[in-house]
Structure formats: structure tokens, C-alpha cells
């Protein structure tokens, strides 16, 4: 049987659909990247922004198509939108056989198994991956006022660090290199007194394991003790993904983040000054409720003040549920794509400088992948770099000399 798997939205749902693929996989299954081969297609929404949703009902257009040509087909809408639009997708699209919301998705084995009596299952021993993302939270408390996440994935919940240690020596034994840590706000990992610190050291201590990351931080529970621990482990890449919102305090406040520009500007320089070589990258949201033109300037200004690696700007999109759900979407569309525009362009050029700074030095990439002649990987600041080689250095660390830099990406010359 092939199996087509598409995944819409965050690192969680990667992950989520890592382990479905796993599952088939380890059953007999095929996966297939052309799905008009497909016996079964899982499309894995995400909920975040309404154009997410839109993405959705588009592919599952497409997925119909295939439907009326194969009436065979399985297909199976699982994720953040099958979780909180569960009936208006069975409603408009009667073609799909299962919805399997984003809490339940544990329970992939038991609906599957009503469409495929699979009769055998092995252990697939290596990994095609360098790097894996391993869950170590699930769902999210924190209930910023614009957020779907906390209504399509439940209450925040931390893993027993044992099992997320188990999870990554397994990994790392199938051949893995790299960690991904996984939680909506891993600061505020707690699994009976072991905290998100804690847990780091407990996870480097693992052998053959080269580099650790994690995402996303909180800045309000970001602490001190994480920051001397980042800056004296050298497993612990050299980036930090810190969403910082909006620069404006009115804005933060209304969007329930619990910091001001001030207390994040403070935080953004202590992790610089103990960690100088650390690349901080960011989220923003423009045109929340009520932002005037003195609020945006606050966070344009805030960007060009921090000079993020890498600043990852988005339209605010009203979502059901949410407590900012209630209040007037009043900056138009227009002018949400001004000041994206605006911001964006900025923020580019600033992301493009900080990069130039590799040209003529020489950096550790751990190769990922090695098409066309040419290895892809990152450095330890998370920054993708090309660079052509005749033999495939997949994952292995090479020190690659930087030629040519972009906004977000480095090529250079492999130093043998
Ligand atoms: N837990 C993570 C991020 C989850 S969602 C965190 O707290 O940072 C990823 C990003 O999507 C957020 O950082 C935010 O910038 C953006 N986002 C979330 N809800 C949104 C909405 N309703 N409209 C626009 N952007 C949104
Ligand atoms: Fe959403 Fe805030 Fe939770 Fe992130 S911390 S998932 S933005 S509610
Ligand atoms: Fe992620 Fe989207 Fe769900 S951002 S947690 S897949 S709503």
C-alpha cells in the first residue's frame, strides 16, 4: 500500500506526521510524493491562521479529484483543524473517510486499523534523517489572546524526561545526529522538579548525540540558568527562535504576553553579552486590534534595534475561540500588507548584513542532504549553507569556508 502524507503548519505537526509515517512505514506501507499513486492520503492541517485553513479545504480540492478517479482511496484529515473544525470538514468535503483531531492523534494506530487490517508490523532500524524532532510538551496554557494553539491542542503537558531521554538515544542509535526539542513555550518545562535547564543536561549527557536545539521559547519564562547553560554546553546550538510579537507594551499587553519591549530588549541583551556568537531570530504579529501607526512603529523600530537573524512577520488573523476573537479586526487588509511589506523589507536587509559577517570565515555545517553535487546543511546558528562537493558528507560535520551570504542562507568552499 502507498501512502501520501501532507503537512501543513509547525514543527509539532511535522513531527506528528513523522510518527504516522513511521507507523505505516514499520506496517509495510509505502510512502509515495505523487499522490495519484496513493492508497491512502493524510492531509495535516494546522489551525493558525485562517489562510492555513484555506490551504486545507484547497488540498483536500485536489485530493477529491484524485478521489473520483480511485473511489478506493483512504483519506484521512487529521491535525489542529481536524481538531477544532472537525464538523464542517466532514460537512463540506463527504469524500474524506477519517478526521482525527490533533489531541487524539495518539490514537492514529486504532482509526487506521478500521481502514487497513495491516497483518504485520517490523521495526525499522535506520533513520533517512540527521536530525529529529522529539515532543517533549504537549498542548499550550498560556492563552495569548490571538492564539488558536491552546484550544486545538489542550493544556500544556510535559513528558517524563526519562521517556524523552529513552526517545533520544533511540534516535541517536538509529543513526540521528541532531535534536530537535519540541514544546509551544519549552521554558516552562516542568516534569516533577526537572526543569527545562535540567533536562538539557540530561539530554547532552547522551552519547554520539552531536547537537541539541529547541523551540519555541517564552521570553517570560526564559531564565537566567538557561542562559548560563546554553552558553557553557557545547551540544547546544547557537540559536534561539524568541517570538517577540510586537515592540509596542500597549499591544503586548493586550495580546496577554506577560513582558514588556523593555523587559524582552533586557533579556535579548543578557543572552547576547553571555553568548556573543548566538543568533536570536523572532516572530511578529502586525495589525493585532487597535495597532495605530505609533504601535507599529515601535516594533519596526524594535527590529531595527535588535537586529534579528531572522524575523518572521505575520498578518494578525482572527481566530475563533480566542479571547482577541471578541475585539473589532479593525487595521484593513491594506494596511496589514503595508506594513508587512514595510517591515519585511527591513528586516531582510538587517538579516542579510548580520549574515555577510560569515564571509571569509569558517563555519561547522552538519550536511543534511546532497543533491545535484551539492551538500545542504546548517551551522550551529541554524543558518542553511550550500556548498558543492563530489562525495556525499550526509551527516557528518564538515567545516565549510563562507563565500556568499543572503538573507537567509550561506554558501561557501568545504575545507578538507
Ligand atoms: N508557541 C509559539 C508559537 C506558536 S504559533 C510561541 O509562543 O511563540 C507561531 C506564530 O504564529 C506565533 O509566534 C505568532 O507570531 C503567529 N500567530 C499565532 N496566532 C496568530 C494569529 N491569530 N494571527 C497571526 N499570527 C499568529
Ligand atoms: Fe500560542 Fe502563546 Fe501558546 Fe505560543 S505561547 S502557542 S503564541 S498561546
Ligand atoms: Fe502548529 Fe498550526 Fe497546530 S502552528 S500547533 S500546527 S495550529
Do not use: W
Not at 71 to 98: S, T, W
Amino acid at each position: 500500500m502507498n501512502f501520501f502524507i501532507e503537512t501543513i503548519g509547525c514543527q509539532m505537526n511535522v513531527n506528528d506526521s513523522d510518527k504516522i509515517s513511521d507507523y505505516l512505514v514499520n506496517h509495510g506501507c509505502l510512502k509515495t510524493t505523487d499522490m495519484a499513486k496513493a492508497d491512502l492520503v493524510i492531509l495535516n492541517t494546522c489551525s493558525v491562521r485562517f489562510s492555513a485553513e484555506h490551504k486545507a479545504y484547497s488540498l483536500l480540492g485536489r485530493i477529491k479529484e484524485h478521489k473520483d478517479v480511485n473511489p478506493n482511496l483512504i483519506v484521512g484529515v487529521v491535525g489542529c483543524m481536524a481538531q477544532h473544525a472537525y464538523k464542517e470538514i466532514k460537512r463540506r468535503c463527504k469524500f474524506v473517510d477519517f478526521v482525527l483531531g490533533a489531541k487524539n492523534i495518539d490514537n492514529f494506530s486504532q482509526i487506521i486499523g478500521k481502514y487497513v487490517p495491516f497483518e504485520y508490523s517490523f521495526k525499522k532500524q535506520t533513520s533517512e534523517n540527521v536530525f529529529r524532532y522529539v515532543t517533549i510538551m504537549r498542548g499550550c496554557s498560556n492563552f495569548c489572546s490571538y492564539c488558536i494553539v491552546p484550544f486545538v491542542r489542550g493544556p500544556e503537558i510535559s513528558i517524563n524526561c526519562g521517556e524523552i531521554c529513552d526517545s533520544v538515544k533511540q534516535a541517536v542509535d538509529s543513526g540521528v545526529k541532531e535534536i530537535i526539542l519540541l514544546g509551544q513555550n519549552v521554558n516552562s518545562y516542568n516534569d516533577n522538579g526537572i526543569n527545562f535547564t535540567k533536562l538539557l543536561r540530561q539530554v547532552s549527557k547522551i552519547d554520539n548525540l552531536k547537537r541539541i536545539r529547541f523551540m519555541t521559547n517564552h521570553p517570560k519564562d526564559f531564565s537566567e540558568e538557561l542562559i548560563d547553560e546554553i552558553a557553557g554546553n557545547d551540544k547546544i546550538c547557537r540559536h534561539i527562535h524568541l517570538p517577540m510579537q510586537s515592540g509596542s507594551d500597549n499591544i503586548l499587553k493586550a495580546m496577554n504576553r506577560k513582558y514588556t519591549y523593555g523587559q524582552y530588549k533586557s533579556l535579548f541583551e543578557r543572552i547576547k553579552t553571555k553568548i556573543p556568537e548566538i543568533n536570536i531570530t523572532s516572530d511578529v504579529i502586525i495589525g493585532f486590534p487597535g495597532e495605530t501607526e505609533r504601535d507599529f512603529s515601535d516594533t519596526f523600530k524594535a527590529s531595527q534595534d535588535l537586529k534579528f537573524g531572522g524575523l518572521f512577520i505575520f498578518k494578525y488573523s482572527p481566530r475563533p475561540n480566542t479571547s482577541a476573537y471578541k475585539l473589532k479586526d479593525d487595521v484593513t487588509l491594506n494596511v496589514k500588507k503595508q506594513r508587512h511589506t514595510l517591515l519585511l523589507e527591513d528586516s531582510n536587509e538587517i538579516s542579510k548584513a548580520l549574515n555577510g559577517r560569515y564571509i571569509g570565515k569558517t563555519v561547522d555545517v552538519l550536511v543534511e542532504k546532497y543533491e545535484n553535487k551539492v551538500c545542504e546543511g546548517r551551522n550551529s546558528q541554524n543558518l542553511k549553507i550550500f556548498f558543492d562537493s563530489d562525495k556525499n558528507y550526509t551527516g557528518e560535520i564538515v567545516r565549510v569556508s563562507v563565500t556568499r551570504a543572503l538573507a537567509n542562507s550561506l554558501s561557501g568552499k568545504m575545507i578538507l
